[in-house]
């Protein structure tokens, strides 16, 4: 049971695609982020949000583009991908900035 | 650079003994700490936090922080099969510019055998 949904659930892109992810919370949370999950890597933080606001961006390529266009909606905008790019992509939210964050279910992306 | 250290197991228990994770870390001022459970497959989800030095207790589940040797553990008392998934430790640096970031480690795989 979660209170953060993701679509889609699995994505299969070639390198010169755009695709796009979607977080939908349902939690009246105010931050959210999205996290990079890599098989034997810890999780990385990518970007946060906080009232719609972009307040982080952990040195991530162009190639994804972040959008929040309110609190409860995040999308990460997917373009020429590396394979290397392949992973888990994890969104969270929370209540405010230093409060618990929430999970979804994530988007298990393969770049071919 | 903020680490966050977790042996990567799997670490094998007994149905019903004591499962012992631990978590090391290398910043000193780190002020929260949290457990998370992923099971295979899915997202990571939160069992324990802990603020301050001492044991603090859940069910099945204590927390141990002891900032001073900077480690935090988690034990499992009477493990069940169910409990099978892999830990991730993470921590929130001290109060400043950032300081909602969580820091995670790689993970522990926690294998229950029945």
């Known amino acids: 049971e979660t209170g953060v949904t993701q679509t889609p659930r699995h994505l299969v892109m070639g390198m010169t695609n755009k695709k796009s992810l979607k977080c939908e919370q349902h939690l009246g949370h105010n931050a959210m982020y999205w996290y990079k999950q890599s098989a034997k890597k810890p999780l990385e933080l990518m970007f946060v949000?906080?009232?719609?606001?972009?307040?982080e961006n952990n040195s991530v390529p162009s190639r994804f583009s972040p959008e929040c266009p309110n609190s409860s909606h995040l999308f990460l905008h997917l373009h020429t991908l590396q394979p290397e790019d392949s992973a888990l992509y994890l969104c969270a939210s929370s209540q405010v900035l230093d409060n618990e964050q929430f999970f979804g279910p994530g988007t298990r992306l393969t770049v071919l | 650079q903020k680490e966050v250290e977790q042996n990567s197991g799997p670490l094998s228990v007994p149905e019903g003994a004591i499962a012992s994770l631990n978590c090391t870390y290398s910043?000193?001022?780190?002020?929260?700490f949290f457990w998370y459970r992923q099971y295979s497959g899915k997202s990571p989800e939160l069992i324990m936090s802990i603020y301050s030095n001492g044991d603090k207790e859940d069910g099945r589940f204590t927390a141990q922080l002891n900032k001073a040797s900077q480690y935090v553990s988690l034990l499992i008392r009477d493990s069940q099969p169910s409990d099978s998934a892999t830990y991730l430790c993470?921590?929130?640096?001290?109060?400043?510019?950032?300081?909602?970031?969580?820091?995670f480690g790689k993970g522990t795989k926690l294998s229950v055998i029945p």
């Open positions: 993470a921590l929130r640096p001290a109060v400043g510019a950032g300081s909602y970031q969580l820091t």
């Open positions: 910043d000193r001022g780190s002020q929260s």
């Open positions: 949000y906080n009232f719609k606001e972009q307040t």
